[in-house]
Structure formats: C-alpha cells, structure tokens
Nanobody, 121 residues
Framework: QVQLVESGGGLVQAGGSLRLSCAPSGRTHSNSAMGWFRQAPGKEREFVAAVSWSGGFTKYAESVKGRFAISRDNAENMLYLQMNSLKPEDTAAYYC??????????????WGRGTQVAVSS
C-alpha cells in the first residue's frame, strides 16, 4: 500500500525558514497533483498549497502567498514546501496529500501522517 512520508518539520523562530519534503513509499496514481495541508491544535485541517503533476500550475492559501513555495521533482518522486518568513500562526502539523487528477481539484485521496512545525515568537 502506498504511503506518503513527510519530513523536515521542527522548531524555528519567527522569521525563519523550513523546507518540508514528501516522498511516497510506493507509486501513487500516475500524473497526480500533490498538495500540502495543515492542522493547528483545536482547528480544522486547512489547505496550504498545491501543484499540478507537471509543476506548471500552483495555488496557495492567501495566508501563505508570497512566503511559501511548493515544488516537485517528478524524476525523484519528491514534493517540497519551502516555508520562509514563518510566523507563530504557521504552527501546525503539515500533511502531504495526493490528488487523483493531474490538476489539484476535488479532495485528495491519499494522505501522509504529518510532520510538526512549531514557530516561536
């Protein structure tokens, strides 16, 4: 069974940067769009960013636009989230997710277990 495995979380001071990575343990649906979501304590899981299979299309939540960048390396089967200018409100568990289609539409069908990001003020 395919699993998504996130890494790169940790504790960082406000204004700092982190780079999250996501690697499938097996082969996902071919040509899948991918995304990042996050869930803060006591809050609903929310969308952060998504990228099409080709990498040519990306979309972001308003709260992270200009600070976060999603990218993928299909040759290495990896997904990344570069997070800059981190704020305490970015503190959350971050989840990697795979969509069925090549574009990030609808809901993901596959989720990782998450990696924790904590931003201190």
């Amino acid at each position: 069974q395919v699993q998504l495995v996130e890494s790169g979380g940790g504790l960082v001071q406000a204004g700092g940067s982190l780079r999250l990575s996501c690697a499938p343990s097996g082969r996902t649906h071919s040509n899948s769009a991918m995304g990042w979501f996050r869930q803060a304590p006591g809050k609903e899981r929310e969308f952060v960013a998504a990228v099409s299979w080709s990498g040519g299309f990306t979309k972001y939540a308003e709260s992270v636009k200009g600070r976060f960048a999603i990218s993928r390396d299909n040759a290495e089967n990896m997904l990344y989230l570069q997070m800059n200018s981190l704020k305490p409100e970015d503190t959350a568990a971050y989840y990697c997710a795979a969509y069925g289609p090549a574009m990030p539409v609808g809901s993901p069908y596959l989720w990782g277990r998450g990696t924790q990001v904590a931003v201190s003020s």
